[in-house]
């Protein structure tokens, strides 16, 4: 149980240790492929830095939401990371705790929290934002809830451990069904973590933002955890991505201290490879007008749907 306990806590150090720099990596990339020369890859270590040593200024108009909302944004991804396989790939301690719903819920929670905060400091963004936010968040829930159904109906579970080794076969793991279970995930990731086409994370102009404008009142310590949660979230669902939905490749089978390290870098070439897709589908696709996000995400419910109808047929 010891053991089992610590790497639980190795795979937590995992996600908040690497989350920037995997947002680092993935922001200097599109630099380069615009020609353009960027940041360095540990920029954002540098920015949660420069946040922590600034002082924290809070809105008169602000209530204990605004300020209890970074430290569950911070710590929702966190307790995600306890239930998903990020370094091995055999359950852990708090494993059957919840599901991949029940994860899903959390992470939302997360961002139901940014959301009232933006609202609740009265300034004329935070609102636009938040009820863009929520527009997005409407139409992505129900290609989660799809997604999640397929997966448990084809894999017969939905706790991450089990699903993960119903994929390691290669007729499995080409079937339509999961194919396209991908296909909806990835698209998912794009509007969950605010990148483009849904949003630009970063661009910085107020009319045009939807995830970045609920983080203009915060400063300090606080916009330190409300970015750092941001970095963590996005890794969390390439975690989610990489090593339950497409395969358990590059996990520690072995027991011992030595294959979870050796695991480690495994999995960042894994999630490499998934950088480099998410910086061709970026430079390649211009940010969408809000009024065709909707068309986006429906597209990402009608091919969950498919999914899920092949997996049904199959059976």
Request: with cysteine.
């Given at each position: ?9 190795l795979q937590?150090?995992?996600v908040i ?8 990596v993935?922001a200097r ?19 949660l830095r ?9 809105s008169?108009h602000?209530s204990?939401?605004?300020r209890?909302?970074?430290?569950v944004v911070f710590v ?5 990371t306890?239930l ?5 790939s055999y359950?852990l301690?708090?494993?059957f ?5 029940g994860g899903?819920?959390v992470?939302a929670l997360?961002?139901?929290f940014a959301t009232?905060a933006?609202v ?17 968040g409407f139409l ?5 809830m799809i997604v999640?159904f397929?997966?448990?109906?084809i894999?017969g579970?939905?706790?991450?451990y089990i699903v993960?080794?119903?994929w390691v ?6 079937a339509p069904?999961?194919?396209?279970l991908?296909?909806a995930?990835v ?5 969950e973590?605010?990148r ?10 107020e009319?045009a933002m939807i995830?970045?404008s609920?983080n203009?009142e915060?400063s300090g310590?606080g916009?330190?955890l409300m970015k ?10 390439m975690?989610?991505l990489?090593n339950?939905l497409?395969?358990p490749?590059?996990?520690a089978?072995?027991?011992s201290i030595?294959?979870?390290l050796l695991?480690a ?20 696709l211009?940010?969408?007008?809000l009024?065709r996000?909707s068309e986006f995400l429906g597209?990402?419910?009608v091919t969950s749907?498919?999914?899920m ?5 199959r059976?």
């Amino acid at each position: 149980m010891a053991r089992s306990i610590g790497f639980n806590l190795l795979q937590v150090l995992f996600v908040i240790a690497l989350a920037p720099l995997v947002s680092g990596v993935l922001a200097r990339l599109k630099e380069v492929v615009q020609s353009r020369r960027g940041p360095s890859i540990f920029q954002p270590y540098r920015d949660l830095r420069k946040f922590f040593n600034k002082d924290e200024v809070v809105s008169e108009h602000a209530s204990w939401i605004f300020r209890v909302t970074p430290y569950v944004v911070f710590v929702a991804p966190i307790f995600v990371t306890t239930l998903i396989p990020v370094l091995t790939s055999y359950p852990l301690f708090f494993a059957f705790m919840g599901d991949m719903l029940g994860g899903g819920f959390v992470l939302a929670l997360g961002g139901f929290f940014a959301t009232l905060a933006a609202v609740d400091t009265a300034n004329p963004y935070g609102p636009m934002g938040a009820s863009r936010t929520r527009m997005v968040g409407f139409l992505a829930e129900p290609v989660f809830m799809i997604v999640f159904f397929t997966v448990s109906f084809i894999a017969g579970s939905t706790i991450p451990y089990i699903v993960q080794e119903h994929w390691v076969t290669l007729p499995e793991f080409f079937a339509p069904s999961h194919v396209l279970l991908v296909i909806a995930f990835v698209m998912l990731i794009l509007a969950e973590a605010g990148r483009i086409p849904v949003d630009n994370p970063s661009g910085h102009f107020e009319l045009a933002m939807i995830d970045e404008s609920k983080n203009l009142e915060y400063s300090g310590s606080g916009m330190a955890l409300m970015k750092w949660g941001g970095q963590m979230k996005l890794l969390v669902l390439m975690c989610i991505l990489l090593n339950v939905l497409v395969s358990p490749w590059g996990l520690a089978h072995g027991q011992s201290i030595g294959d979870v390290l050796l695991a480690a870098p495994l999995v960042l070439f894994k999630i490499g490879l998934f950088i480099l897709v998410l910086v061709v589908i970026e430079s390649s696709l211009a940010k969408l007008r809000l009024f065709r996000v909707s068309e986006f995400l429906g597209a990402a419910f009608v091919t969950s749907v498919v999914a899920m109808i092949t997996g049904l047929l199959r059976f």
